[in-house]
């Protein structure tokens, strides 16, 4: 089914909203995918441009090659049907329909996300602050979503990076493009160890102008609080503040000089009630976080004995449940509970809905 939304993403004159749209109304994306002017004419709400557009660009669409140009790239992706898509992003109101990335998701904490966003043009004020408040920060396994643009998005990756944080870089591009081309080896760093970056376009799709504000309810959307380092009253950082508020998720601010341009978004978010941030404990007490430093959540594998072991790979890519666990270890069932329980206790797995267990 994967081949279906990916067909639909390549199409650069619909959107997510429209995707949603009709995979909502028929239940099925296969369905959706085939589906005559006819039927999408039934559907509310619709733009009766947009479905005569999908229809014409459909017939030249080639859905192995489609889906083959995305994995030959290297590139890896999750469907709003895939049970590792997001949850926190799954949940705005307009969530891409297919999420491209690059990197390791399992290196990323997506229940401790938080973006920090701010003015390409940012003063050394501003990015010294964002320096100084991931540096307190420093070996917690928060991760720290930004969007690869040059200011305060690139201070934040790389003091992310500098301190020992992982990070999630959303990018309003496909994969075939770095932009700006100056970030390409914090691109490359982020891949390769120190995070992840996605990107709702297809490889294809160019950086133009109107990507960016739109990608900014991805940044938002992955976090649960949006931290404003700098912003003008006209700016990408403060339509990324809005969506915030949009989304329920919390709205936070570091203060600045109030003879820079850049601070007056700042100071009419804090006047609207955003919260003052001056050092990371003002984050952790508004997102009501307790952080483990990373060196606690590490383990000896040389402690751990075979059974322990067979439990933990079994479990290295995503998490599964008691039967699932049992089928591939071969684990009779009541070591299988003993040791799932002592490996809780180490504090090596943790135990999410129902009997399903993941890695720390």
């Known amino acids: 089914m994967d081949k279906y939304w990916i067909a ?5 004159q619909i959107d997510s909203t429209f995707i949603q749209r009709v995979y909502n109304y028929f239940g099925d994306i ?7 002017m006819s039927d999408l004419s039934q559907i509310e709400g619709l733009s009766v441009k947009k479905a005569e557009t999908f229809i014409e660009k459909r017939k030249n669409i080639d859905l192995d090659k489609t889906i083959d140009e995305v994995l030959n790239r290297g590139i890896k992706y999750y469907t709003l049907e895939n049970k590792n898509y997001p949850q926190l992003l799954k949940e705005i109101s307009d969530p891409p329909a297919v999420l491209y990335y690059k990197g ?5 904490n997506f229940t401790k996300t938080l973006a920090i966003v701010g003015s390409r043009k940012a003063s050394f004020n501003a990015r010294d602050a964002v320096e100084k408040i991931v540096s307190e920060l420093e070996g917690t396994d928060i991760c720290i979503v930004s969007g690869l643009a040059s200011g305060i998005d690139t201070s934040a990756h790389t ?3 500098r301190h020992n944080l992982k990070t999630i870089g959303v990018i309003a591009s496909g994969f075939d ?3 700006p081309a100056s970030n390409k080896k914090l691109y490359e760093e982020i891949e390769n160890g120190c995070g992840m970056i996605v990107s709702e376009y297809y490889p294809t799709f160019e950086p133009l102008k109107f990507r960016f504000p739109q ?3 991805i940044v938002s959307g992955l976090s649960y609080g949006t931290l404003v380092a700098e912003a003008s009253l006209k700016s990408g950082a403060l339509i990324t503040a809005n969506l915030t508020l ?4 919390e709205l936070m601010c570091i203060p600045g000089l109030i003879s820079n341009p850049n601070t007056e978004g700042i100071y009419k978010l804090l006047k609207n009630g955003a919260t003052l941030v001056t ?3 003002d984050i952790l007490e508004a997102l009501n976080w307790e952080v483990k430093p990373c060196e606690q959540l590490k383990m000896n594998l040389s402690d751990l004995n075979e059974t322990e072991l067979k439990i933990l790979n079994a479990l290295e890519v995503e998490e599964k449940g008691f039967d699932e666990i049992s089928s591939i270890t071969k684990i009779n069932t009541n070591d299988l509970l003993l040791n799932l329980t002592t490996m809780e206790l180490k504090g090596i797995i943790k135990q999410v809905t129902g009997d399903r267990y993941k890695r720390v």
Do not use: K
Not at 246 to 249: D, K, M, N, P, T
């Open 8 to 12: 639909l993403s390549s199409i650069e």
């Open 30 to 36: 296969e369905t959706a995918y085939n589906a005559s």
């Open 104 to 108: 390791n998701p399992q290196d990323c």
């Open 159 to 161: 003091s992310a990076l």
């Open 177 to 179: 493009y770095t932009y």
């Open 215 to 217: 990608r900014n309810r």
């Open 246 to 249: 949009e989304q329920g998720r």
């Open 279 to 281: 050092n990371a404990d």
